[in-house]
């Protein structure tokens, strides 16, 4: 069974930074891309970033600069350190991965099987 487990979400003033990690199970973390998505209320959920196993990375124009994403195949982990936060980066943060790896990563919601609980970011003016 995949599992996804998220952490690192919180409340931060706009400009300021913050981490969020996931830790992965039950898949070949090798053979995967990992991604990142968020969802406010009333939108539609949107990518943030993936990365795939050889650590290619690909960025929603609206965060490319501001955020990075990066994995640890040892420890079947990914992070994505989220840095100038903007009031509209606010929504609930979801981590995902596909069960193939794709050259570039994928930013297609489609692509991706797996996905974590999500974990609430907001940033405040």
């Known amino acids: 069974e995949v599992q996804l487990v998220q952490s690192g979400g919180d409340s931060v003033q706009a400009g300021g930074s913050l981490r969020l990690s996931c830790t992965f199970s039950?898949?070949?973390?090798?053979?995967?891309?990992m991604g990142w998505y968020r969802q406010a209320p009333g939108k539609e959920r949107e990518a943030v970033a993936a990365?795939?196993?050889?650590?290619?990375?690909s960025y929603a124009d609206s965060v490319k600069g501001r955020f990075a994403v990066s994995r640890d195949n040892g420890l079947n982990t990914s992070s994505l350190q989220m840095d100038s936060l903007k009031f509209e980066d606010s929504a609930m943060y979801y981590c995902?991965?596909?069960?193939?790896?794709?050259?570039?990563?994928?930013?297609?919601?489609?692509?991706?099987?797996?996905w974590g609980q999500g974990t609430q970011v907001t940033v405040t003016v």
């Open positions: 995902a991965t596909t069960h193939v790896d794709y050259y570039p990563p994928s930013l297609d919601t489609s692509k991706y099987n797996s």
């Open positions: 990365i795939n196993a050889p650590g290619q990375t």
């Open positions: 039950g898949i070949s973390f090798d053979d995967a891309d």
